[in-house]
């Protein structure tokens, strides 16, 4: 059984709730339940934003998690906020450009990846999430690469796709790294 249970956490303007938008959609893709739940404070860009994202072969009860399976932490306070209710066996996974401290919490595991310095080597900042993903994806198995592709084409406005290839390639280096 297929059952992931998701917070993705960081700034306003980082791609937190598109991230999450992608995860559901793909799940879909591959006819799982999903449910997406976005946040975020009245400031949207520099401030805080985080969503829910449920993956799973069950129905879903409700979209609000009070536990969650993966976190991925796109700054300190989302660490912060978040880390204390990943499940035991459970991912964290953090844009270790952004995030000064490892995570504490024991009997996890942890995944330090230097997102945002990866991104914006590759020229475009906006990768980091992608990149994240990308890790999340090989850790979990909770959807394909290539049902990814197939939502990044649904989700993208039609003058974005030109980003599709690096965008792939942003996950791919996610997935390796």
Not at 13 to 29: K, T
Not at 95 to 104: A, F, N, Q
């Amino acid at each position: 059984m297929a059952h992931q249970e998701i917070i993705i956490a960081g700034f306003g303007g980082q791609g937190i709730l598109s991230a999450g938008r992608l995860l559901a959609y793909a799940g879909m893709l591959e006819n799982k339940n999903v449910s997406w739940l976005p946040s975020y404070g009245p400031e949207m860009r520099g401030g805080t934003a985080n969503c829910n994202v449920i993956i799973s072969d069950d129905t879903i009860g409700s979209p609000i998690l009070n536990s969650a399976t993966v976190l991925v932490a796109m700054n300190g306070p989302s660490l912060d906020k978040f880390e204390g209710i990943v499940e035991e066996g459970g991912i964290i996974i953090t844009d270790s450009s952004l995030v000064p401290r490892r995570p504490s919490k024991e009997g996890v595991d942890v995944y330090e990846i230097p997102a945002t310095q990866m991104a914006t080597d590759m020229g475009n900042h906006t990768y980091a999430c992608i990149i994240l993903l990308g890790k999340l994806v090989e850790k979990t198995g909770i959807i394909s690469k290539e049902n990814f592709e197939q939502a990044l084409k649904k989700v993208l406005p039609q003058k974005k796709h030109y980003m599709i290839p690096e965008e792939m390639k942003a996950f791919e280096m996610g997935m390796k790294y």
